[in-house]
């Protein structure tokens, strides 16, 4: 077990680094599992993905593993997209994330890791589609 | 579109179930084992299985989403966990306007748990027509 110093030094050295690139097409498929798991039944969804859909296509978040020797879990603190054009099925959708952030709070059971991580999303005109933001607690 | 500061939009309801976080799991990719695991999840300090931050969240995008219809553009989307959930439980979803600036809207979204704690709160812009 390491100290919330130890994984921020660690970590650190990623800030504003991008980690590599994944692109994913958005199958009308994938797209309808998804609706359906989050019980959304809007005819909308044949056309277009959700508004979360997007991080179905890609794993939000980087670097992750190298917080894992502090703590026992993690928790997702939050959430934030800006959508700039819309995703239909059968764009091809690039992701590009980074860590944007790092550093420790205390809690009401000791030291809490905070990660803050972006990720782009860019479709096949190389037209920029979404930023995703998010906050990733490790305790 | 008539809308005035204060304004509530329709309540949407959701009951998760634990089925529903596995199929989310496999729909998103999430395989953190705390979301179908229940001996995982309890040895992490948690009650059982709780739902994923982004389920409740894709939950806020239904309640926005169904509400706007086509009459204008999400436009940005941000929600904040406050809290845990756990699976057979209806978890309510409402939104309320809290700022018109032209076709500018912002709602505060937020979710609630039975016992009308707000675990999931947010904010919705949308750009109205």
């Known amino acids: ?139 | 579109m008539k809308l005035h500061v204060g304004q509530e939009i329709p309540e949407l309801i959701k009951d998760p179930t634990t089925r529903q976080l596995v199929q989310y799991a496999g729909a998103q990719g999430d395989f953190y084992e705390i979301h179908y695991d229940q001996e995982y999840a309890k040895s992490v300090g948690l009650p059982g299985v709780i739902l994923h931050g982004l389920l409740k969240a894709a939950f806020l995008g239904q309640l926005v989403t169904d509400w706007l219809g086509d009459r204008g553009t999400l436009k940005a989307f941000e929600v904040s966990y406050r809290g845990i959930d756990v699976p057979g439980r209806p978890y309510r979803c409402h939104g309320k306007v809290t700022k018109i600036d032209g076709g500018d809207v912002e709602l505060e979204v937020w979710g609630e748990d039975p016992a009308g704690k707000r675990t999931t709160v947010g904010v919705a812009t949308v750009q109205v027509d």
Request: aromatic fraction near 8%; proline fraction near 5%.
């Open chain 1, 1 to 139: 077990m390491i100290t919330t110093a130890e994984a921020i030094d660690r970590l650190k050295t990623r800030i504003g680094v991008d980690g590599p690139e994944s692109t994913a097409l958005v199958e009308a498929g994938h797209v309808r599992r998804f609706v359906e798991a989050i019980g959304d039944p809007n005819p909308r969804w044949t056309r277009e993905a959700p508004p979360t859909f997007l991080v179905a296509l890609a794993p939000v978040s980087l670097h992750l593993s190298d917080a894992e020797d502090f703590g026992k879990g993690w928790l997702n603190g939050g959430n934030r997209f800006e959508y700039l054009a819309p995703v239909l099925i059968g764009d091809e959708i690039t992701a590009k994330g980074r860590v944007v952030d790092v550093y420790d709070k205390a809690g009401a059971s000791g030291n809490m890791l905070f990660i803050i991580f972006e990720t782009d999303y860019t479709n096949q005109r190389g037209e920029r589609v979404a930023r995703l933001r998010g906050t990733m607690i490790r305790r």
